[in-house]
């Protein structure tokens, strides 16, 4: 991958679910060095600060979707940051809760469109994130967007999907919590899955490579999201949606590595850190390596860390 411009975009988003704590995401990251580890990387770094969601009318507290006025103003602002962005440089989502993507991949998407290019979605999450506003039965909005920017129903209220991502251009790594009606829903789609087992039984590089050829075959653009929660709870708490058994912190590292490799990548979330549930910020710290390991930053060039 060569020099980039990293555009980091805050999108403290906090009205995914009702667990607060994700607005203080983007300035964990910053405060864990997320700014120096790609400057020292020798890219360039442009940060736009917080963003704002677009205006939107106050939701009502016991409406059965969470704070869904808020979250399609939050969707409206990323999308049009998103697409403005990428014509400057690969721009970085530090979220925030995953209900951002609703906004990241179709703005991300909406300018793939523009050059004639498909948009590739790899997704690194316990969960699916497959359900509608419908089929939600905790009514949080951070379960649906990847059912929202492959275009799918029920999503009254959110900007039209122009440009949906095809299911075959989405990969899913690291699944392990996905609902009945989320699986139901996606054993008709062509969406690559690999939950923990797969990965357990045949390992994280060759499905990865597999995708990473599809993307480059298609002369793909490359959206990774990165969830917290993709890893163990035992190496990242600071995430409200823990899941026991996730992936390994060299497992994670080998896929930022094989996605440095590979050069693809044009856009990157890291989303679900809420710092009020991190130790020491070691979290943050750890979502900071992946980061820099998906640009380009090796094994041997980390330096030991105290935290005493």
């Given at each position: ?40 990387l020798g890219h360039h770094v442009e940060d736009l600060g917080n963003q704002a969601p ?253 935290f005493s």
């Amino acid at each position: 991958m060569d020099k980039q411009n990293c555009i980091l975009i805050g999108a403290p988003v906090d009205s995914g679910k009702r667990r607060n704590g994700c607005l203080m995401g983007p300035d964990a990251y910053r405060t864990a060095g997320l700014i120096d580890a790609l400057a020292d990387l020798g890219h360039h770094v442009e940060d736009l600060g917080n963003q704002a969601p677009c205006s939107f009318v106050p939701d009502q507290p016991d409406a059965k979707l969470h704070a869904l006025n808020e979250t399609i103003g939050w969707t409206k602002s990323l999308a049009e940051i998103a697409e403005t962005a990428m014509a400057r440089g690969l721009p970085i989502f530090l979220g925030g809760d995953h209900a951002l993507a609703m906004g990241s991949v179709t703005g991300v998407a909406n300018y793939a469109a523009s050059q004639g290019r498909p948009q590739f979605v790899l997704w690194l999450d316990a969960h699916s994130d497959f359900h509608t506003p419908v089929t939600t039965d905790s009514g949080n909005l951070h379960g649906t967007p990847v059912n929202y920017f492959t275009g799918g129903a029920d999503f009254e209220g959110f900007p039209t999907v122009q440009n949906p991502v095809p299911y075959h251009q989405i990969c899913m790594m690291g699944l392990r919590s996905v609902d009945m009606a989320e699986r139901t829903a996606m054993q008709h789609t062509e969406i690559q899955r690999y939950d923990m087992r797969d990965i357990d039984e045949n390992g994280i590089s060759a499905p990865l490579n597999r995708f990473l050829e599809a993307v480059n075959a298609a002369n793909g653009m490359l959206h990774v999201s990165w969830d917290v929660d993709f890893l163990d709870p035992a190496a990242a708490p600071a995430v409200g949606t823990t899941v026991p058994g996730g992936a390994t912190v060299r497992e994670a590292h080998l896929v930022g590595e094989i996605l440095h490799d590979s050069g693809l990548v044009t856009s990157m979330d890291l989303v679900e850190l809420n710092p009020f549930l991190d130790e020491r910020g070691r979290t943050a710290h750890l979502m900071v390596d992946l980061c820099a390991s998906t640009l380009g930053r090796r094994v041997f060039d980390r330096v030991t860390r105290s935290f005493s």
